[in-house]
């Protein structure tokens, strides 16, 4: 049983090595990396979401043109790509097209809020381990962006 799981687990590449913009197909990213998590339209293209939380704490996309093609595969949990999350503007949807579908998701009815989070690195690989956390007011606009640091302080942005 141990070899069979270590073989599939084999079949699935964590990174998408070996994948090559404009030339592997859809079917090569699904190949490579598995069934994705989430797909969502987004412009012109299909978005294949890769998470690997909480322990990977990163969220690979596949980008995907209409042609089949593969325009670009990206980590997407990165502090430039939560700095574009601008809270009393960015909406709930574009959250979820920058990063993917969250690792959980809870309602708070009583503090009107849904909080998104994802496990992270600050500042890349290996760098400081973070709880991003997203909040959304009913009306799906972000109200607070925050940053959780295991043992240290805590950073809050907006």
């Not at 699904?30 to 299909?46: F, I, L």
């Not at 595969?73 to 999350?85: H, M, N, S, Y």
């Not at 959304?136 to 607070?144: A, F, I, K, L, Y």
């Amino acid at each position: 049983m141990l070899v069979a799981v270590a073989a599939a687990a084999g079949c699935a590449s964590f990174d998408g090595r070996g994948l090559v913009a404009g030339q592997s197909s859809a079917a090569d990213v699904e190949r490579v990396m598995g069934a994705p998590a989430d797909k969502r339209q987004v412009g012109g293209e299909t978005w294949y979401f890769y998470p690997r939380q909480p322990y990977g704490r990163v969220m690979y996309v596949a980008r995907v043109a209409a042609d089949g093609r593969l325009v670009a595969l990206e980590q997407r949990l990165t502090d430039a790509t939560v700095a574009k999350i601008i809270p009393n503007t960015t909406r709930a949807q574009e959250v979820r097209d920058l990063l993917g579908p969250p690792y959980t998701a809870v309602e708070f009815p009583r503090l009107e809020r849904d909080t998104w989070t994802w496990w992270m690195r600050r500042y890349g690989d290996p760098g400081i381990p973070v709880e991003l956390v997203v909040q959304m007011s009913p009306d799906g606009v972000v109200r607070e962006v925050y940053m959780l640091q295991q043992g240290r302080g805590n950073q809050k942005s907006g």
